[in-house]
């Protein structure tokens, strides 16, 4: 059964046809993608050229560094400073190209190549301080090698004079009978043969100058206590602890050998002071190398 249209209500007006273009839409936003991920893929490019060749800057600058160590530290750290600004001004010029297309992607495009451009332009002024300084190095270097040769030289001569002036000491030194009637072994009267003694190394010595106190004084392994110092006639009173027992060596003369024993060596210990003054005597203990008990 047909139906029959009905009538169109006075007062109704069709709505207008209107052309399809979602189509065209479509074409002019797939080119548009298409652009801006050709510009991408380029700017990508350019910025993977340009950290190739900043790896290939900072291994050049890290061998010339090394080679001037520490006096092209300076020029070193500013170069690394100003690479390392042009990769933050590279990475801000990629990001400011993805985010946009037309004359952005074009003055993205231009940032990169000047932004080479001064890196080539650093590359080239870092060579440059990296060579001065090598040939600045090699001169110090050359002149340091000079003064050494000279220092060994003077120190060689002075060497060779301490020890002939030694030998004339060391022949000069005499022996003397100690105290406890055992024969000593050479003694000293003065710093100067001290000194050559202690060059022979047969034995401990210990230097002291020891003023008149309540309490006993260490000296090496020993304790003395000074009491008295008669400097007109160059005597002194002495009292020695050692093994926890005090020995008094009374009434002593001026470079005399006073021997004692300990339960360390079998060869006896001496003290041989060599200056009497007021309250005071100034001298030295000299000891066995070997110590063992007895």
Same mark, same amino acid.
């Given at each position: 059964?047909? =139906?029959?249209?009905?009538?169109? =209500?006075?007062?109704?007006?069709?709505?207008?046809?209107?052309?399809?273009?979602?189509?065209? @839409?479509?074409?002019?936003?797939?080119?548009a993608?298409?652009?801006?991920?050709?510009?991408?893929?380029?700017?990508?490019?350019?910025?993977?050229?340009?950290?190739? =060749?900043?790896?290939?800057?900072?291994?050049?600058?890290?061998?010339?560094?090394?080679?001037?160590?520490?006096?092209?530290?300076?020029?070193?750290?500013?170069?690394?400073?100003?690479?390392?600004?042009?990769?933050?001004?590279?990475?801000?010029?990629?990001?400011d190209?993805?985010?946009?297309?037309?004359?952005?992607?074009?003055?993205?495009?231009?940032?990169?190549?000047q932004?080479n451009?001064?890196?080539?332009?650093?590359?080239?002024?870092?060579?440059?301080?990296?060579?001065?300084?090598?040939?600045?190095?090699?001169?110090?270097?050359?002149?340091?090698?000079?003064?050494?040769?000279?220092?060994?030289?003077?120190?060689?001569?002075?060497?060779?004079?301490?020890?002939?002036?030694?030998?004339?000491?060391?022949?000069?030194?005499?022996?003397?009978?100690?105290?406890?009637?055992?024969?000593?072994?050479?003694?000293?009267?003065?710093?100067?043969?001290?000194?050559?003694?202690?060059?022979?190394?047969?034995?401990?010595?210990?230097?002291?100058?020891?003023?008149?106190?309540?309490?006993?004084?260490?000296?090496?392994?020993?304790?003395?206590?000074?009491?008295?110092?008669?400097?007109?006639?160059?005597?002194?009173?002495?009292?020695?602890?050692a093994?926890?027992?005090?020995?008094?060596?009374?009434?002593?003369?001026?470079?005399?050998?006073?021997?004692?024993?300990?339960?360390?060596?079998? =060869?006896?210990?001496?003290?041989?002071v060599?200056?009497?003054? @007021?309250?005071?005597?100034?001298?030295?203990?000299?000891?066995?190398?070997?110590?063992?008990?007895?």
């Open positions: 059964m047909s =139906q029959t249209p009905y009538p169109p =209500q006075p007062g109704y007006t069709p709505p207008p046809s209107q052309p399809d273009n979602s189509g065209l @839409k479509t074409a002019i936003l797939f080119g993608v298409i652009a801006l991920i050709a510009a991408n893929i380029y700017l990508y490019v350019q910025v993977d050229n340009l950290k190739q =060749q900043l790896a290939k800057v900072e291994d050049s600058l890290t061998t010339e560094v090394g080679r001037v160590r520490e006096t092209g530290n300076v020029a070193s750290a500013a170069t690394r400073r100003n690479i390392e600004d042009l990769q933050a001004k590279l990475a801000q010029a990629r990001q190209a993805s985010q946009a297309a037309g004359q952005a992607k074009v003055d993205a495009t231009k940032r990169a190549e932004l451009k001064e890196l080539a332009e650093q590359q080239k002024i870092a060579k440059q301080e990296m060579q001065s300084q090598i040939s600045k190095v090699e001169e110090n270097t050359t002149s340091k090698i000079g003064a050494v040769s000279s220092d060994v030289s003077n120190v060689r001569t002075e060497v060779a004079a301490n020890k002939s002036e030694l030998d004339k000491t060391i022949a000069q030194l005499r022996t003397a009978q100690g105290d406890l009637g055992v024969q000593s072994g050479l003694i000293a009267t003065n710093g100067k043969e001290l000194a050559a003694l202690k060059a022979l190394n047969d034995r401990n010595y210990f230097e002291f100058n020891i003023g008149k106190t309540k309490a006993p004084q260490r000296v090496g392994d020993i304790l003395m206590h000074l009491k008295k110092a008669d400097p007109k006639r160059n005597r002194y009173t002495v009292e020695i602890v093994d926890d027992k005090k020995t008094e060596k009374k009434d002593k003369t001026l470079n005399e050998p006073v021997q004692f024993y300990t339960s360390k060596a079998r =060869q006896p210990y001496e003290i041989v060599n200056e009497v003054k @007021k309250d005071q005597i100034v001298g030295y203990l000299a000891t066995p190398k070997v110590q063992s008990g007895r």
